[in-house]
Nanobody, 120 residues
Framework: QVQLVESGGGLAQAGGSLRLSCAVS????????MGWFRQAPGKERELVAA????????YYPDSVKGRFTISRDDAKNTVYLQMNSLKPEDTAVYYC?????????????WGQGTQVTVSS
């Protein structure tokens, strides 16, 4: 059974930092492209970070570039999202997701989500 379990969400002040973790089990983690998506109330789901199966390449949209960093630890089957210089508009439910090979906009596997709230 494949499981993706996020942790590390919570409340932060604008300008602060949070680190999200996603522990993955039930699949060959090192073969999967991984990513973090977010969805705010009334808004479409947005990809905020992606990392290739090798860890050699990452992607960020302009909205978070320079503030968010995705990383992976294949020994721990875990992917991380370091979020710095948080803004109120970063408030959303954050989801970890994975897809065999290349991450797409509709990955096969999803976590349950973790709430991030940034106060001004």
């Amino acid at each position: 059974q494949v499981q993706l379990v996020e942790s590390g969400g919570g409340l932060a002040q604008a300008g602060g930092s949070l680190r999200l973790s996603c522990a993955v089990s039930g699949l060959t983690f090192s073969s999967y492209g991984m990513g973090w998506f977010r969805q705010a109330p009334g808004k479409e789901r947005e990809l905020v970070a992606a990392i290739t199966w090798s860890g050699g390449s990452t992607y960020y949209p302009d909205s978070v570039k320079g503030r968010f960093t995705i990383s992976r630890d294949d020994a721990k089957n875990t992917v991380y999202l370091q979020m710095n210089s948080l803004k109120p508009e970063d408030t959303a439910v954050y989801y970890c997701a994975g897809n065999l090979g290349v991450l797409t906009t509709s990955p096969r596997y999803w976590g349950q989500g973790t709430q991030v709230t940034v106060s001004s």
